[in-house]
């Protein structure tokens, strides 16, 4: 089992800039891939992004190419998303995910989720 907890979320004026962390426990980190969905007020959950187990390879929706970048400390046990020039649009719970398999996250099926953190931004 993977736990996965999420934090930093918040409002946030548009143009402006968060960061997501999801920190993660249980079996070793560094053998999962990593991802971050978003779901919106009446809308389905959406991939935002994911990251191999190494970090090396990394994989964004196209409506946030350029302003979101995911990274990981494995050493932390932590996977973060860097927001910027965020958007009304962008408003949404972020969930944090896990898999073993990077197609499982970038899928939209990986085996563990968090629990999710509130993003809303202000026009």
């Known amino acids: 089992q993977v736990q996965l907890v999420e934090s930093g979320g918040g409002l946030v004026q548009a143009g402006g800039s968060l960061r997501l962390s999801c920190a993660a426990s249980?079996?070793?980190?560094?053998?999962?891939?990593m991802g971050w969905f978003r779901q919106a007020p009446g809308k389905e959950r959406e991939f935002v992004g994911a990251?191999?187990?190494?970090?090396?390879?990394?994989y964004y929706a196209d409506s946030v190419k350029g302003r979101f970048t995911i990274s990981r400390d494995n050493a932390k046990n932590t996977v973060y998303l860097q927001m910027n020039s965020l958007k009304p649009e962008d408003t949404a719970v972020y969930y944090c995910?896990?898999?073993?398999?990077?197609?499982?996250?970038?899928?939209?099926?990986?085996?563990?989720w968090g629990q999710g953190t509130q993003v809303t931004v202000s026009s």
């Open positions: 990251v191999s187990w190494s970090g090396d390879r990394t």
């Open positions: 249980g079996r070793t980190f560094s053998r999962y891939a």
């Open positions: 995910a896990a898999d073993g398999d990077i197609r499982a996250v970038v899928s939209g099926e990986p085996d563990y």
